[in-house]
């Protein structure tokens, strides 16, 4: 434990695996108060393990202070309960960071809703040989899951960067991040010779809207002390969500360097560093 963010509270949505989880048990090691956010309070999908009480219990276990608030983004009101709750159990929220998206589909039963009981696989069309799934097409892609992408990863954050914006002025400063991706990016400027890779038109397509969004947001409130970043891995990271597709990749990350990026980031100075759109791996080499 370290004390490098001591008295500050902080919020992470998607917080029960990942780099979510990563990041709050990174947080708390360098002594904040966490509001562990995700939908996930008990294992729905074998590929998809972690709850939001077990990264609480992870904190607690190493001497840090944090609190479970399940929460999913689709439903309406969450963003607002979820916040008042995260005030109300830890305080004035200082950080946070916007990790939640929508990556696999299916979710887990409502608080107090019986398990669902198990009934035979159904087959899934783009499922591989090994049980993964294979990277979800254009043409793949219903307009209705490329439209949940967009209400976690791009709505959402913004209710809840505007619900924590006057604790922060009132704090006197604060720091956002939120968490993006190369598919932003991808696939570029056509054509396409290799186009065995696939595309992701709905977390891609939202992920370039949370970086415009971030810098939106980082222009207005930098004047207020608050610094708004956009934080991507620089190479993939393993988590549960990227292992639940067939994806193979030359290089791997870990996830505990993209949280330390996260911290540092945490740290930065408004005015020197905010509206910016940086790999974890430039963040640990200083480059801010």
Known sequence: MSDRLKGRVAVVTGASRGLGKATALA???HGAHVAVVARTESVWNEKLPGTIGETVAEIEAK????????ADLLEPGATTRLMAEAKAALGPISILVNNAAFTAPGKPPAPGESPRPSSPKKPV???TKDGRVAWPTFVGTPVSAYR?????????????????????????GGSIINVTSEAAR????????????????GYGGSKAALEHLTQCAAYDLQAEGISVNALSPSVAIMT?????????FDEYGKDSDFAEAAVRLALVDASVVTGRVLGHLDVLAGEL
Request: hydrophobic residues 45%; charged residues 10%.
């Open 148 to 172: 949940r992408h967009f209400d976690i990863g791009v709505f959402a954050v913004y209710e809840l960067m505007q619900l924590a914006v006057p604790d922060m002025i009132a704090l006197g």
């Open 186 to 201: 991808m696939p570029g400027s056509g054509p396409y010779p290799d186009r065995s890779g696939g595309v992701l038109p």
């Open 125 to 127: 069309a783009n499922e």
């Open 63 to 70: 001497g840090g202070t944090a609190c479970a608030i399940q």
């Open 240 to 248: 549960p969500g990227v292992a639940y597709y067939a994806a193979d």
């Open 27 to 29: 947080l708390a090691g």
